[in-house]
């Protein structure tokens, strides 16, 4: 295949990273046609939604299907009919970290790229460029090659790309119409280069061409890995000294604003919170875990996995916290829990803080309401009853009820509980909520986003991360 002629795209994989990234190319790139293909038939209905229900939230995304969904981006779940018509794929499909077997808690489960792969190879029946986009570790593209080119058909070429997606979700429409950088990493072969040419001229339909960086195949899989290791550094750093500024009187956001003013440091992503969340830091983390140890790096294995402690400390911290200040016991009290995604502006609960939170308060017999404005109902039910595996669903849902509104979750609660930032917590009608709330009425805010002089004139008591007693 000559550079820079790519035509028709397939996805394999429609969900958070997937879709938009493709929904987007499709948006900037009238001449290509890209189709996005699942296995799981409810998922592409949704993309398919007349109504533009989509399975994912994520704001500016409808506007991007609407705006080219029937004309060059259709949804299918004909993955083989995908894999045939297309010059380029994205496998784009689920790397959990592994459950069971050698490197179980750590290293990723590689199951469906092998399958996806797989696929790719048995059915394909003319040459293809193979991009992995899902977070993988390192080496990955050498197994998928090795698949492809033991069960390549004569004429079939694969070319193997590494293209990791670097969308943060909430703002991923924004962070893929303007990209920070685009990274294609391949093998330095004529033909990998000429495969790494053709992706680049993809994307250069609307990322400058000085924002797209290629590098060697395996640079760019530890690029990712890297890149979100040492943003996850940032939060457990700022998340250690939290713990500092609570036992000194010091005011943690303070501290992130002095030290993020010195411009080698920058102001992005020190924010303290409850504990990251979401569906690449711990993976990836752990991925790097597993990587150094497998390369006989203890040190450096170490270190790594010490911002994932420090995470899982900042989350038990504050159910310590809750439970302390509650005086000692919070069996049968109710706690308001504001916010079940892992951050603001999506509906995945991927490794939430939330779920940690509410395990711990449900382990001490409190009763629990929850609001979050997008979740899914059943999602929260499965994830309380994957977090909980020694309570049967139908206790948990003794314990825990799902409200409709913020008002509503805290209608007679001895204590609130912000987990997630949405806007719409700092807009809530306090006085309102403090009258209807047990008396001493406890405000926790894991995420620093409340006007605390404002709650402490109405009466709340309030404890806020990184902030000594502020009672
Ligand atoms: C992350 C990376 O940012 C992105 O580049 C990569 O492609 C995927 O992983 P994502 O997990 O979607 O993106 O969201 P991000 O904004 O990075 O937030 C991750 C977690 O860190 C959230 O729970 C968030 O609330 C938390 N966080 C973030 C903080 O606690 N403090 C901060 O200052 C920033
Ligand atoms: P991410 O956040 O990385 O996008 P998701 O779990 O949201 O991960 O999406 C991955 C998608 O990939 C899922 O919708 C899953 O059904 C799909 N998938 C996994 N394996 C295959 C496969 N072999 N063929 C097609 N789709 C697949």
Redesign the pocket.
């Known amino acids: 295949m000559a550079p820079g002629k790519v035509s028709k795209i397939c996805c394999?994989?429609?969900?958070?990273?997937?879709g938009p990234t493709c929904a987007v190319i499709a948006l900037k790139c009238p001449h290509i046609t890209v189709t996005i293909?699942?296995?799981?038939q409810s998922?592409i209905d949704a993309w398919n939604d007349k109504d533009f229900k989509l399975p994912i939230y994520e704001p500016g995304l409808e506007d991007v299907v609407r705006g080219c969904r029937g004309r060059n981006l259709f949804f299918s779940t004909d993955?083989d009919k995908g894999i045939q018509e297309a010059d380029l794929i994205f496998v784009?499909?689920?790397t959990p970290t592994k459950k069971s077997g050698v490197g179980a808690g750590f290293a990723a489960d590689l199951n469906?790229v092998e399958?996806?792969t797989r696929?790719i190879a048995a059915v394909a029946n003319s040459s293809k460029i193979v991009v992995e986009k899902?977070t993988v570790p390192c080496r990955t593209a050498e197994s998928m090659r090795t698949i492809l080119e033991s069960n390549s058909k004569p004429n079939c070429r694969f070319d193997i790309l590494s293209n990791p997606e670097f969308l943060a979700e909430g703002t991923a429409i924004g962070d893929l119409f303007k990209p920070d950088r685009v990274l294609i990493g391949s093998l330095q072969t004529p033909e990998g280069k000429a495969a790494c040419d053709a992706l680049t001229e993809v994307y250069a339909n609307w990322v400058s061409k000085d924002r797209i960086l290629t590098v060697g195949l395996w640079s760019s899989e530890l690029s990712k890995l890297a890149a979100n290791a040492m943003l996850a550094q940032r939060i457990s750093s700022v998340n250690a000294l939290s713990a500092i500024c609570e036992a000194t009187g010091a005011n943690i956001d303070e501290v992130a604003h002095a030290v993020g003013f010195d411009s080698r440091v920058g102001p992005k992503f020190l924010k303290a919170s409850v504990g990251f969340g979401g569906?690449c830091f711990q993976k990836d983390i752990l991925n790097l875990v597993y990587l150094s140890e497998s390369l006989h790096l203890p040190e450096v294995a170490a270190y790594w996995r010490q911002v994932v402690e420090m995470n899982e400390y900042q989350k038990r911290r504050f159910s310590k916290t809750v439970v302390d200040t509650l005086f000692n016991t919070i069996t049968g009290k109710h706690i308001a829990v504001l916010g079940f995604a892992f951050k603001a502006d999506t509906g995945d609960t991927r490794e939430s803080a939330s779920i940690t939170l509410i395990r711990d308060f449900l382990n001490e017999r409190a009763n629990i309401k929850i609001y979050d404005p997008q979740v899914p109902h059943e999602q929260i039910w499965f994830d309380l009853a994957e977090a909980c595996p020694n309570l049967p669903l139908e206790s948990i849902k003794k314990s825990v009820t799902i409200c409709p509104s913020a008002l509503d979750a805290c209608n007679q609660a001895d204590a609130l509980v912000i987990a997630t930032e949405w806007k719409e917590f700092k807009e809530i009608d306090w006085e309102a909520v403090y009258t209807n709330m047990n008396k001493p009425a406890f405000v926790f805010d894991g995420r620093l986003i409340l006007d605390v002089e404002k709650l402490k004139k109405i009466g709340f008591k309030v404890t806020v991360i990184g902030r000594g007693n502020v009672m």
Not at 12 to 18: L, T
Not at 37 to 40: A, F, K, P, Q, S
């Open positions: 394999i994989g429609a969900g958070y990273v997937g293909v699942d296995v799981n998922r993955v784009s499909v689920n469906y399958l996806a696929r899902s569906s």
